[in-house]
């Protein structure tokens, strides 16, 4: 990439499938693994970020984040959470000070007190298996006997946004589990796409939205990373990048023991905050071209700001090397999707791209629209050629 990076709008082409195939209203909450366990009342906050695989059958799973929040979290002046717990395998409310806690996001409060930023969620997540047909258009089947949920101490706050690559014969999950102890990255695998094992704690505290390639380079796993800190250190003066959170690499010979690589990824560019926060959407493929990957950028506006998928390629031997990056966001949030479901909006400008599949002459993509549901887009591979 050069600077100055100018960015430009979205197409006003339309793809050829573009739609919302899954929201709250969807899931049935009396088969939550939290069903039974509250005497709150919980509702569906989001049905969204899904992972994505191609079934052996030929239909498709996602693997849906359901966040499943308090119907009034704040009761006698103390705000509420929901945790598991795993000593007496079983879901609690914990309660905070109204007075003490910031309420501005829908998704979490903050914790008053302290050096560090401390929050706790409105929702606890877990993770549902939904069965679609081959071209991602129509749901077949949700298997709630196969939900993914909190199992450890480190899980306690809820298992999020997996990304699933196909590497070899098995399939590689990984997914954000959330707890006090370490905000951190977990990987299951599965032989068939819908039984998972789990593997263990893979990237440690607030290293995240981790992307494993769909296939080994030189013998080894690669994986795209994000780790977060307090603290970066400035770029010389006229550098083409920004300090900030980037998307790193990381190596390893058996998928779950991880190296970082020494060169950077994807770096936020100077010049912009278009980018001002980025992340890893969908696991990188190979193509004629080289390693397609799908990004998030995140452009600074009001609470939680405005997403963006944007898309790199990276050389096909060493992906340290950026091919090219566009310019153009290949996905921003659409209104018009989500304008049946406006009575349950609570946030706006959200796009999360998270799985993507070959079908031909186009890409299946996958994407959380508004923390609330799940979309499915084609996208022509043409769309992604470049000179």
Known sequence: MSTPYMFHPLSDMPYPVDKLVLTPDDIDLSRSPLAGHLKAETFVLGAFNPGLLRLPSGNLLMMVRVAEALRE???????HAIRWDEETQTYRLDAWPLDQANTADPRKFTLAGGQWKVMALTSLS??????????????????????????????????EDARISRVGDRWLMTTCSVSPERHSTTLYSSDNGLDWTFEG??????????LIFEGLIDGYYWAQTRPLGA???????????????????????????????????????SG??????????????????????LWHGVEPHEVVGIYRTYWSVLDTHDPSRVLHTEATPVLEANAELTRPIEHQMY????????????????????????????????????????E
Request: aromatic share 12%; with cysteine; proline share 10%.
């Open 126 to 159: 877990w993770l549902l298996p939904v069965e679609l047909s081959p071209d991602g258009t129509r749901v077949l089947t949700l298997h709630y006997d196969r939900a993914i949920a909190p199992a450890y101490s480190f899980q306690c706050y809820g298992v």
């Open 272 to 293: 912009t905050l278009i980018m001002e926060r980025m992340g890893g959407g969908t696991p990188p493929i190979l193509t004629p071209q080289g390693w397609l990957t």
């Open 73 to 79: 979290p704040i009761v006698d002046g103390h705000v």
């Open 201 to 210: 704690i893979v990237l440690d505290h607030q290293n995240k939205d981790m």
């Open 347 to 386: 946030l706006r400008d959200v796009v999360f791209t998270t799985g993507i599949l070959d079908y031909g002459d186009h890409y299946i993509v996958a994407s959380g629209e508004a923390d609330l549901a799940c979309r499915i887009t084609h996208i022509p591979k043409s769309v992604f050629v470049f």
């Open 231 to 269: 603290l970066y250190f400035a770029y010389p003066p006229g550098s083409d990048w920004r300090a900030g959170p980037s998307i790193n690499l990381a190596v390893s010979k058996d998928a779950l023991f991880w190296k970082p690589f020494e060169r950077p990824g994807l770096r936020p560019p």
